[in-house]
């Protein structure tokens, strides 16, 4: 490849620097779901729908349930280590180290440690923070546990995730009406 084959778009003036400071900004959206905090650091409206980041607070025994979607996730430890669930197999992610699931790819992670974890996802194209914010409740911050629900209300929160999912392009599966 020449470098006149090589021609780059122009700088697209529209779209401006977009910056998180989760330790500053108090009107980042602190979402707690599935036991976990996520606080969304960047948008798909920030980025063009290019991506959306969000840091993932994640306790003890904490992680979504099984689920796929038709977009990339791509997980990056921070602090602790989560366990992986992808195809089936299972391996162990510590601080430091990045996992990409595949677009479709059935998958789940779980915090098996003693301690929480820290994770930044990252899900290309964007849209994954809009079904977080849809679904979950507010927390005040960045590592506050969501409230506790009895069985009522997590049953209402579980039927509410799985009535949305498909317009988020997500879908659950392995979970039986008792889980």
């Excluded at 969304?40 to 969000?54: D, N, P, S």
């Excluded at 669930?85 to 510590?94: M, N, P």
């Excluded at 677009?103 to 974890?117: M, T």
């Amino acid at each position: 490849m020449t470098t006149e084959q090589l021609t780059l778009p122009p700088d697209d003036l529209q779209r401006n620097l977009a910056l998180s400071r989760p330790n500053e900004d108090q009107q980042l959206p602190h979402i707690g779901l599935a036991g976990d905090t996520y606080t969304i650091l960047l948008t798909g409206k920030e980025t063009a729908g290019r991506y959306c980041l969000i840091d993932m607070f994640v306790p003890p025994g904490g992680g979504p349930p099984p689920h796929r979607h038709d977009f990339e996730e791509m997980f990056t430890v921070l602090e602790g280590e989560i366990e992986v669930t992808f195809r089936d197999a299972k391996c162990i992610l510590r601080a430091g180290e990045a996992a990409n699931i595949p677009a479709n790819a059935p998958h789940y992670f779980q915090n098996v440690s003693e301690r929480a974890a820290r994770l930044l996802c990252l899900c290309s194209p964007a849209g994954q923070e809009e079904y977080f914010m849809a679904v979950g409740v507010p927390v005040a911050g960045r590592t506050a546990p969501p409230p506790k629900l009895d069985e009522a209300a997590q049953a209402a929160l579980k039927a509410k995730a799985e009535a949305l999912a498909s317009g988020y392009r997500t879908e659950f599966y392995g979970l039986t009406p008792d889980d």
